[in-house]
């Protein structure tokens, strides 16, 4: 497999982006080698500038999740670029996509829409601190909120991958009042929460897929849930991973819970930079026009990205993929595991609906520091020989894999013939 066109964009890049890239993981780091630069997608496949075609689990770290260029989403994306890019003012596709959107989630009567999971993150925490007159947050080691100053700590992927533990630039004085707990512990929550009167939130991706694939106990999940309504602490799921990814109604519908404020993002604008967060009315009113918490954008509720988000929706209600990712991840869950264990490879998997990824351990991986136990090495060799038999993945062992619903029975007997010389090729470096 050659990559010469990528390479050229990427000495080309340097020259006026910072790393060649636009987000850090692009740039391969943690694997070494040059990253890829992309042509384009189709359905489950993704082509790269020197012509090399991929089945692609990275699907732009989870919005593609029917796959590239669904042609419903494509009509309705070029029947919008007639009408105009950007108004300034309403338009009635925030109305439809608001409808979709809190009919999904119970705990939702109202949303408001951003242009990204961040700015979503961002909002849900100014939201949570006005409604409670509180400024302390509970966050999870390893969760990953976007790139907010206070939520900057111990926040897995991006940061795990480049071996820093928070972010330059940012002062102390913006992170005091995040306090860190242990994922899965309900105790490091308890502790918090007895020590400090003044907790606005506890925030947490319901399941994680910024330290790979971690999951919730249900005693911890349901626990959190009660503890916090008994001391009137807001829970804000991050859902800007799972939400209509995991179940229509994210990862909550799946755990049975219900957040009093949820962030959405990545699934919600089928590619398009649209992010969410919204809760029950009585929350909801704290935010302006209604009330006196700040926030806005002249790009929210953009009518492109609000087409792509309404087609993208409309068409996973209808194909309602969620029993076959189950089926397609069991089945690669599997393949992983025989592969591991033909060429006497330590490997736990860890998935969650159409989430996905192995940990090259021996110990089950339940939080961020047994996640970081990876042998990273390991997973370097992986990736590479994963690339060079036509499976793009996330360059970082501490990303989830994901399945759109465009797989094929083709690409996952692609995907077991690369595993298998990818894990011969792991074996022969031990
Ligand atoms: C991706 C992600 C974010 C950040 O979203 P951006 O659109 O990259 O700003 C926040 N929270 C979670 C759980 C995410 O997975």
């Not at 419903?72 to 105009?84: C, D, M, N, Q, T």
């Not at 930079?273 to 009113?285: D, K």
Request: with cysteine.
């Amino acid at each position: 497999m050659k990559f010469k066109q990528s390479e050229k964009l990427y000495k080309r890049g340097l020259t006026n982006l910072v790393g060649a890239v636009n987000s850090p993981v692009r740039a391969f780091a943690s694997v070494g080698g040059n990253p890829l630069f992309i042509d384009k997608a189709k359905g489950s496949q993704i082509k790269d500038v020197d012509g090399n075609k991929y089945v692609d689990l990275v699907l732009s770290y989870g919005p593609m999740i029917l796959g590239h260029r669904n042609k419903r989403v494509e009509k309705a994306i070029s029947k919008a670029l007639k009408k105009g890019y950007s108004f300034g003012a309403s338009s009635v596709g925030e109305i439809k996509l608001a409808k979709i959107v809190c009919d999904a989630f119970p705990g939702m009567d109202k949303v408001r829409f951003v242009s990204s999971g961040t700015e979503a993150v961002i909002s849900a925490i100014r939201l949570a601190r006005a409604h409670t007159g509180f400024s302390k947050i509970i966050k999870f080691s390893g969760c990953y909120h976007g790139h907010m100053d206070a939520m900057l700590v111990a926040a897995g992927s991006g940061l795990a991958t480049l071996s820093i533990p928070g972010s330059a630039g940012v002062p102390d004085e913006a992170v005091k009042n995040t306090l860190i707990a242990e994922y899965n512990n309900i105790e490091s929550v308890k502790k918090h929460l007895e020590e400090n009167s003044d907790v606005a939130a506890v925030i947490l991706e319901p399941v994680s897929g910024n330290m790979g694939v971690v999951k919730p106990s249900d005693a911890f999940i349901k626990e959190l849930r009660k503890i916090t309504k008994e001391k009137g602490v807001l829970l804000i799921c991050d859902e800007v991973m799972t939400g209509f990814r995991s179940k229509f109604g994210g990862a909550q519908e799946v755990l049975g819970i219900e957040a009093d404020i949820t962030c959405l993002g990545k699934v919600i604008g089928g590619g398009f930079p649209v992010g969410a967060y919204g809760a029950r009315n009585e929350i909801m009113q704290n935010v302006s026009p209604l009330g006196a918490m700040y926030q806005a954008g002249t790009l929210s509720g953009n009518p492109i990205a609000m087409a792509a988000g309404i087609a993208t929706l409309t068409e996973l209600k209808r194909q309602n993929p969620y029993d076959q990712f189950n089926a397609i991840a069991e089945k690669m869950e599997n393949i992983l595991l025989n592969a591991a264990k033909k060429h006497n490879v330590d490997l736990v998997v860890n998935r969650f609906g159409s989430m996905i990824n192995p940990f090259f351990t021996k110990e089950s991986v339940s939080n961020f520091e047994e996640a970081q136990k990876s042998d990273t090495e390991k997973f370097a060799k992986f990736f590479w020989a994963m690339i060079e038999n036509g499976i793009f993945l996330p360059p970082s062992q501490f990303e989830a894999w994901f399945l759109s619903s465009a797989l094929s029975d083709k690409d996952l007997e692609r995907f077991e013939n690369a595993v298998d010389k990818a894990m011969g090729k792991v074996a022969l470096s031990l």
